[in-house]
């Protein structure tokens, strides 16, 4: 089944204590993104990937990195959490950059105390 | 940077009415794409439009594409119960950036 899988999908932690949420895609596509969602707000573009070692910033990255060691794995890190990072957080995947058919994993509900 | 304005921010509609959300943009757009967040779920895409004044439909939905390219409207005839989710409108003419998002919800 193509799937966009995120792990883990619930999260509590520190202030401070790094933590990655995984993301992992079984499509083969170049083109993978993180997202945060908040209310009132939609989902913002965090980083995005446009192929393997291909990283660049979104609208909202400061207080995250990536990496795109490989095609199908996107981890988004969060080097020192802070409480303003509580948010929910989608990676997605598509064919190529412009491709409409975005596909999201099922979230990751991230709270920083 | 591009913004895009849903109204209305939440809707509580009755199990068979029909719904209107709309979306309005800053700017000129190339494509409108409607998505839809299930409970618990990433955003899926519903429709997608490409052509100002385009009329799309997608089983009970149907979307278009303003005459401006500044707007575009979704409508969902007879609701049901699992409409119940988040509508986001997107546009994707240079990167893809979503609307704020109508919250619905729909009761038996």
Known sequence: EAQVTQNPRYLITVT????????????????????????????????????????DKGDVPEGYKVSRK???N?????ESPSPNQTS?????SSRW????????????????? | GQQLNQSPQSMFIQEGEDVSMNCTSSSIFNT??????DPGEGPVLLI??????????????????GITRKDSFLNISASIPSDVGIYFCADN???LIFGTGTRLQVFP
């Open chain 1, 88 to 92: 929910l957080y989608f990676c997605a």
């Open chain 2, 48 to 65: 997608a439009l490409y052509k100002a004044g385009e009329l799309t439909s997608n089983g009970r939905l149907t979307a278009q594409f």
């Open chain 1, 16 to 55: 401070g204590k790094k933590l990655t949420v995984t993301c992992s895609q079984n499509m083969n596509h170049e083109y993978m993104s993180w997202y945060r969602q908040d209310p009132g707000l939609g989902l913002r573009q965090i980083y995005y990937s446009m192929n393997v070692e291909v990283t």
């Open chain 1, 74 to 78: 996107f981890p988004l890190i969060l």
């Open chain 1, 70 to 72: 490989e095609k199908r």
């Open chain 2, 93 to 95: 003419t240079d990167k």
């Open chain 2, 32 to 37: 409108w794409l409607w998505y839809k967040q």
């Open chain 1, 97 to 113: 950059r412009g491709d409409d058919t975005q596909y999201f994993g099922p979230g990751t509900r991230l709270t920083v105390l």
